[in-house]
C-alpha cells in the first residue's frame, strides 16, 4: 500500500532552520506531484507548497515564499521542504501528500490529493 512518512520536525527558535524530508513507498513516485501542508491547533489545513514529476515546476503561498523550499529526489523516492527564517507562527504539523494529477500550477487544495502522510509537528519558540 502507499505510504508517505514524514521526518525532520523539531522544536527551533525563531530564524533557525529546519529540513523535512518524506520518504514515499508503494506508489510510481515520478507520476505525482507532491505537496506539503501544515495544520496548527483549531486551524484549518494549509497549502505549504507543491513540486511537479520533473522538480522543474514550484508553488508556494506568500506566507512562505521566499523562505520555504521544496524539492524531490525521484531516484530515493523523497521530497524535501527546506524552512528558513522560521517564525513562531510556522508551528504546526506539518504533512507530506500525493497527487496524481499532471502538474497544472494549482495544487493548493486538499482535496486534490489522493495520499497523506501522518505529520511531522514543527514548533518555533520566540
Known amino acids: 500500500q502507499v505510504q508517505l512518512v514524514e521526518s525532520g520536525g523539531g522544536l527551533v527558535q525563531a530564524g533557525g532552520s529546519l529540513r523535512l524530508s518524506c520518504a514515499a513507498s508503494?506508489?510510481?513516485?515520478?507520476?505525482?506531484?507532491m505537496g506539503w501542508f501544515r495544520q496548527a491547533p483549531g486551524k484549518e489545513r494549509e497549502f505549504v507548497s507543491a513540486i511537479s514529476w520533473s522538480g522543474t515546476s514550484t508553488q508556494y503561498p506568500d506566507s512562505v515564499k521566499g523562505r520555504f523550499t521544496i524539492s524531490r529526489d525521484n531516484p530515493k523516492n523523497a521530497v524535501y521542504l527546506q524552512m528558513n527564517s522560521l517564525k513562531p507562527e510556522d508551528t504546526a504539523v506539518y504533512y507530506c501528500a500525493a497527487d496524481g494529477e499532471p502538474w497544472r500550477g494549482a495544487h493548493a487544495r486538499t482535496y486534490e490529493y489522493d495520499y497523506w502522510g501522518q505529520g511531522t509537528q514543527v514548533t518555533v519558540s520566540s
Open positions: 508503494g506508489l510510481t513516485f515520478t507520476r505525482y506531484v
